[in-house]
Nanobody
Framework: QVQLVESGGGLVQAGGSLRLSCAAS????????MGWFRQAPGKERDFVAA????????NYADSVKGRFTISRDNAKNTVYLQMNSLNSEDTAAYYC??????????????????WGQGTQVTVSS
């Protein structure tokens, strides 16, 4: 069992930056593949980024590639999402997720076992 708590969301102007954090407690953090997803009002949950247990494998949705960076610090039990050049289409609730069974889980939300409560990101134009 792992508990995930996101933080770092907020209101930012278009073109600005935010860094989201997801702190994990429970089993050793390095045992989990991690991912970030987001959901805008009235829309389905979308994949944003994923990272393997060691951090060597990373992948991004096309819509955020080149602007967002996922990273992890296993010593701090935390995964991060650095978001730059934000635009209104990035407005959503952002969720981190953990998969206990795989080295890397990618964009399939069904593979993830645990989810945080989400943090809201709002980009004003």
């Amino acid at each position: 069992q792992v508990q995930l708590v996101e933080s770092g969301g907020g209101l930012v102007q278009a073109g600005g930056s935010l860094r989201l954090s997801c702190a994990a407690s429970g089993r050793p953090f390095s045992n989990y593949a991690m991912g970030w997803f987001r959901q805008a009002p009235g829309k389905e949950r979308d994949f944003v980024a994923a990272i393997s247990r060691s951090g060597l494998i990373r992948n991004y949705a096309d819509s955020v590639k080149g602007r967002f960076t996922i990273s992890r610090d296993n010593a701090k039990n935390t995964v991060y999402l650095q978001m730059n050049s934000l635009n209104s289409e990035d407005t959503a609730a952002y969720y981190c997720a953990a998969d206990k069974d795989s080295n890397y889980s990618g964009r399939d939300a069904n593979l993830y076992d645990y989810w945080g409560q989400g943090t809201q990101v709002t980009v004003s134009s």
